[in-house]
């Protein structure tokens, strides 16, 4: 069964950081292209980041660029993405995604992604 799970998710104060991480199981992770999304309540569905199966095409948002890393460990089957310098705005459910494509051709767009995990809410405020 193929599955994504998010995990790392939680409640911090403007400034702070957190660490998600999303276990993939069911496929091998080493060879898709991986992507992050985040939804806050009452918007769209909104790219965060990407990276691609070697590492080498690394995408991110400009709201997010310089204070977020995307990661993968295919040793652990296991995508990361690292937010520090968090701000109220990036409030909402964070979705980690695979693409059956090694290097999506456009990686900030959902339907270049065909599994999806379950989501984890991140929520900045003091």
């Known amino acids: 069964q193929v599955q994504l799970v998010e995990s790392g998710g939680g409640l911090v104060q403007p400034g702070g950081s957190l660490r998600l991480s999303c276990i993939v199981s069911g496929f091998i992770l080493e060879y898709s292209g991986i992507g992050w999304f985040r939804q806050a309540r009452g918007k769209e569905q909104e790219f965060v980041a990407s990276i691609n199966w070697t590492g080498g095409s690394i995408y991110y948002a400009d709201s997010v660029k310089g204070r977020f890393t995307i990661s993968r460990d295919n040793a652990k089957n296991t995508m990361y993405l690292q937010m520090n310098s968090l701000k109220p705005e990036d409030t909402g459910v964070y979705y980690c995604?695979?693409?059956?494509?090694?290097?999506?051709?456009?990686?900030?767009?959902?339907?270049?992604?065909?599994?999806w995990g379950q989501g984890t809410q991140v929520t900045v405020s003091s």
């Open positions: 995604a695979a693409s059956q494509w090694p290097t999506p051709e456009n990686p900030g767009f959902p339907y270049e992604y065909n599994t």
